[in-house]
């Protein structure tokens, strides 16, 4: 019979002696100066990076790719900050990786730079550096297929065109609603130079959410925006908020705003819907049973009766919270039912989007966006049905758990040891350890080192980075499930560690 675990995490003390059972040997890290958690923190007012940035930046631009690593690992041998290589990062993307056809592909290189920070921010010292490598890497791919697509490069700001301070605000708006590019590019710039950070991004979250193009990545990008800006300084935050104006504008065919297309019909209608909550609809009480109410709807009905049900619901009294856990449950389910990228993008727009609910401060916006992720993952399923097949016929609820040989360190390799196996059978036994008192956070850190050491592409970082986080953003007594659920995508142990790994310990050899 499996013995209890202490509430002692074990993990990091097994990891600090190079190893975990056999997953992989970090112990090469050790030749970078660790990352301090005072130092990846998320403070932006401790954020002031130096004016050598630029250099920085064309130092990621020019350096081969098979070079870059070991650049940048002398460099932070000399002091080189995690901060300024953050930022960096993020600059060289948006200013080499052209978001179209869609905001997704290649433009995963800056869209992984805050999944990659997350990862990094939640791991102990000793292995901060390793997705931040990974990132770094990663650019270097998107970077080369961007040339072979016609080597897009962001322009400078047409200056003639920037509107002045007090116009900016209302030039914007009027660009992104007329879906203007070249009019939001110079709007953008003015906001940039004008209005603070909050103000700013009240807008995008909105535009972020208002259509389903890109299978959610236009919500990713704006909540990933806000988030590695608040790390690396609002000084940077121009070339950023240029590139993600120029994102959420991707559409295919003639101008949206002369035409009634599918993926903008939720927004028209949700902006109409939105209006019909009433006013103190965020002092309602959690309800398990309109959470599963909502769950039911999500399943069968469509975008429009999702929502529509969100808000009979919340008139009705019911807290938001209880909206969101129909939502996490609804993301998760898809999992089980269809592992594949879809379902994954599921998991990530929920994420992005709740984030962006609880950042804003707009009770109009915050509507809008719960509305929103509502519509959206009906959308989800029925996509994924047209492209993958039919669904299995899975619940969240009614996953049961499949006991393991025991808990501790051996259930662990035995959880992770089936993910490379049989996904739905590593989830039923994630859940078994879960239930059985095992703390959430060794298999939540276990998953982490996983995709460092395993990981091969930007979802692995996004995907584990937004349903790790999640585990939390979701009401206790439905965690263990939504959590569970994730090993339907996350690494196994006995994948093959990724060629960064190799590379990585290459460069900080001597």
Known sequence: MPTPLSRRSFLWNTLAGGALWGLGNVGF??????????EARLDARLV??????????????ETPRERLLEEVAAR???????????????????????????????????????????????????????????????FKEAQAQDLREGDWRMPPVDEPAVPRAHQARRAFQEAMESWDEKAADAAVAALARSAGADEIFELFFRYGARDFRSIGHKAIFAANS??????????????VLRSLAYAILAHEGENPARRDAEPDRPWRRNLE??????????????????AADLLAVLRQGSDAEAAEKAVELLNRGVSPRSIWDALFQAAGELLLQKPGILPLHAVTTTNALHFAYETSGNDDTRRLLLLQNVSFLPLFRKATRERAGKLEDRSIEKLEP?????LGPPGLEEIFSEVSGDRFTAARKALAFLEAGAPAADLINAARVL??????????YKFSSAVLEDYYHVSPALRNRFLASSFSLLPGSREPDNRLVQRTREALKG
């Open 48 to 61: 002031r990076l130096r004016p050598e940035i630029e250099p920085l930046v064309r130092l990621l631009e």
């Open 273 to 290: 819907l939105s209006r019909k909550i009433r006013p103190e609809w965020q002092d309602g009480e959690p309800s398990p049973a309109a």
């Open 76 to 138: 932070i041998q000399k002091g080189l900050s995690y901060r300024d290589v953050l930022a960096a990062l993020l600059l060289a993307g948006v200013r080499n990786v052209q978001p179209r056809p869609q905001v997704g592909f290649k433009f995963h290189a800056v869209l992984v730079v805050n999944s990659a920070h997350l990862a990094s921010i939640s791991s102990p010292d000793s292995l901060r550096w390793l997705p931040i490598f990974w990132a770094l890497d990663y």
């Open 402 to 406: 499949l006991a393991l040989k025991s």
């Open 29 to 38: 890290l050790s030749r970078l100066r660790p990352v301090s958690a005072e």
């Open 451 to 460: 995709v460092f050491l395993k990981g091969n592409d930007a979802h692995d």
């Open 226 to 239: 806000r988030r590695t800006l608040a790390c690396i300084g609002w000084q940077h935050a121009e070339p």
